[in-house]
């Protein structure tokens, strides 16, 4: 099994679900390597200064932003970070909206949640409540310092995480030169209209995606098995997949319980992104919370009762 890309928490109201971020998608591209062609040494490609023309190994190396020609502004690994949110182990679904208002083109690639063990109740309670609403969620995640806007959505057994691109990301159709207006304005007939729909109507067909593979790849492939058995070399096997690593889960929770709160909640709160606390309150609320559970634990007993307790005891 594959490990997982990230772990932590998908979040909606009250409930948290621990989850593991799975892939969605394989690479199958064929990988080749560059070779000098006089004695098929690999080609290794170097960082090298633009000025000295001399080798820059990484440490020497800084991230960089070129504002104008020429000129640029260095940054540190910790301006980025100070830039990115303090949760990194949270999915926290922001709003639920219809499945067929966003369109296709904001949906860039998908991943699968696993539930974590004991995880199962609240993760096909999710699933099951999106489809019987038909509705989606819209949350933000945060993988390797970036965060991402994201979708969830049921898809079979299974919930999708598919991440999305940001409005400014899209090009605008307006820019370019897209015929609007009716068939007619076209001079497109209605009998050619006809014509067109019969076509699309013989050619209708139950979507197989197995049916569909990359067959480019496929040949290639074969070519390439030829070229290593005429060289005596032998083919090589995909390596196997390492196991998926279970995380532990939260106990039993009360989800009625929770979704009352987290319906009162929203009733008193407009459905906006809840404002992160002060770092400066951190340590009143960790000290607030350590007085709570002082008060809460049994108190220990008295030296003299502790003795007496003793010497019945015997």
């Known amino acids: 099994m594959p490990r997982p890309i990230w772990s932590g928490s998908l979040s909606f109201g009250l409930l948290n679900i621990p989850v593991q971020l799975m892939a969605g998608t394989r690479g199958t591209d064929l990988s080749f ?34 504002y104008d020609k020429g000129s640029y ?56 409540t999106l489809k019987r609403t038909g509705r989606i969620g819209i949350a933000r995640i945060v993988i390797r310092s970036r965060e991402n806007l994201c979708a969830l959505l049921p898809q079979g057994d299974a ?40 076509l699309i109507a013989s050619m209708e067909s139950d979507w197989k995606p197995e049916a569909y593979k990359d ?20 083919v090589r096997k995909p390596l196997d997949e390492p196991a998926l690593r279970d995380d532990d889960a939260t106990n039993v929770v009360d989800f009625m319980s929770l979704l009352q709160k987290s319906i009162d909640a929203k009733r008193r709160t407009p459905a ?31 030296p003299a009762k502790l003795a007496a307790r003793t010497k019945a005891a015997r």
């Open 159 to 198: 919930l999708l995480l598919v991440m999305m691109r940001y409005p400014q990301e899209l090009v605008d159709v307006g820019d370019y030169a897209i015929p609007a207006g009716q068939a007619g304005d076209y001079r497109v007939s209605p009998r050619e209209l006809e014509m067109a729909e019969a």
């Open 73 to 128: 502004v260095v940054l540190e690994q910790e301006d980025i970070r100070s830039a990115a949110p303090e949760s990194h182990d949270a999915i926290e679904v922001e709003a639920f909206v219809d499945v067929e208002a966003i369109g296709p083109q904001y949906f860039e690639k998908p991943y699968v949640l696993v539930p974590a063990k004991k995880a199962e109740k609240g993760y096909v309670l999710l699933r099951e």
């Open 215 to 234: 067959e480019f790849r496929a040949r290639l492939q074969k070519v390439i098995e030829k070229r290593i058995k005429a060289k005596g070399g032998k």
């Open 33 to 66: 390597r560059m070779l000098d062609a006089r004695d098929k040494s690999p080609i290794r490609y170097e960082r090298v200064n633009a000025e000295t023309g001399e080798e820059v190994p990484w440490k020497e190396i800084v991230k960089a932003f070129e």
């Open 272 to 302: 906006t992104r809840a404002a992160k606390p002060a770092k400066a309150d951190k340590p009143a609320k960790a000290a607030k919370a350590a007085k709570t559970a002082r008060k809460a634990a049994p108190a220990k007993p008295k």
